[in-house]
């Protein structure tokens, strides 16, 4: 990817838990973020290499195939927000 190296999940994975970790180190108080990923371990469970090596297992290996399958959740998890809020 053009601003973002390789396609690995991992670092995904990284660039997602700084940024929930700057939230709370700036009292972020909305909570979205943490919501999220708890919409994530209801559904997924809490794997013991987190969610994303277990998206990439489940991908035979296809880094991109793993962020995909965590992005369908944040649009799903959006869209749940979004009928809470209509």
């Known amino acids: 990817m053009m601003l973002m190296g390789d396609i ?3 670092q995904f994975a990284a660039f997602v838990n700084g940024i929930e ?3 709370c180190c700036s009292d972020a108080t909305d ?3 943490a919501e999220f990923l708890e919409f994530v371990r209801s559904r997924e469970g809490a794997p013991a290499g987190g969610w ?3 998206f990439l297992a489940e991908a035979n290996g296809d880094h991109l195939s793993a962020i995909q399958r965590f ?3 944040a649009y799903e998890f959006a869209q749940t927000r979004r009928s809470d809020n209509t």
């Open 8 to 10: 690995d999940v991992f």
């Open 21 to 23: 970790f700057c939230r």
């Open 31 to 33: 909570g979205e973020g």
């Open 52 to 54: 994303a090596k277990k």
């Open 71 to 73: 992005l369908d959740y």
